[in-house]
């Protein structure tokens, strides 16, 4: 038995050690046999900034308000350039299953209001022609865009290798061992990209965020019926030992 929380150095550093790739793969191939998420086809939106308002009104709500509030949103409003000349109250009144409506109202009439000073109209296809690095550098620049909204969108809307962390996979990332738990979700990120293969990138994010949300819960995680405590590569749940690889 190897006890590997101590490899990882003080959160402080300005380096950090990767997890054992295999212990990483491991796992990944042990939840994509209990979830399933497979790449699609084609699953990459026309029109990325439909996947950026949405990613903008998953902010602190489950999937059930977010679509919610988009399809009202986009019920009430046929096009991008209405939501821009909308009302702020117009749009937080539809947006409002979503919560913090008048937030997140802001943040989209100022998105689009930036989107339409750039690029002549409502639409973030002309990304597509953009370099990764000035894609990144724009879409940061918008109102509410952090880390995971960003790999968001370049996952799933452009195409683009990136891996979204959200509470669920920095939970998980933590309980396993593969990051100090007091990595940030940026962090976490960069250390899972750098250790998952990209074709993984998007199918092991899904598994994780099934993981969470059906056992490894914040609260009352269960341990017991979780196929890693089974194969002892857990550190949470094997007392912080998992098996020689």
């Known amino acids: 038995m190897t006890t590997l929380a101590k490899k990882y150095p003080s959160p402080s550093s300005n380096n950090f050690d ?13 939840l994509a046999g209990l979830w399933g998420h497979l790449r699609p086809a084609k699953k990459i939106r026309e029109e990325p ?79 597509r022609k953009m370099k990764k690095e000035d894609i990144i550098e724009f879409l940061s ?34 309980r396993i061992g593969w990051v100090h738990p007091q990595r940030s979700p940026r962090e976490i990120q960069e250390i899972m990209e750098l250790t998952v293969p990209e074709n993984l990138y998007w199918s092991a994010h899904l598994d994780l965020i099934s993981h969470g949300r059906n056992i490894c819960m914040a609260r009352k995680p269960k341990c017991e019926v979780c196929p890693l405590n089974e194969h002892n590569l857990c550190l949470f749940a094997s007392g912080g030992k998992v098996n020689d690889r």
């Open 141 to 174: 620049s918008l109102p509410g865009v952090g880390p995971k909204t960003l790999a968001c969108v370049l996952l799933f809307d452009l195409g683009i290798p990136a891996f979204p962390v959200d509470t669920h996979v920095s939970r998980i990332c933590k």
């Open 49 to 127: 900034l439909d996947g950026l308002i949405l990613t903008i009104l998953s902010q602190n709500t489950n999937d059930k308000n977010r679509d919610q509030a988009y399809k009202l949103l986009k019920s009430r409003f046929s096009q991008w350039s209405d939501v821009l000349k909308a009302t702020h109250d117009e749009i937080a009144a539809a947006i409002r299953p979503a919560g913090l409506s008048n937030i997140k109202a802001s943040r989209i009439k100022e998105t689009l209001k930036i989107i339409a000073n750039r690029f002549g109209n409502c639409s973030l296809k002309q990304l």
């Open 18 to 30: 990767l997890p054992d790739q295999q212990w990483v793969l491991s796992v990944i191939e042990i």
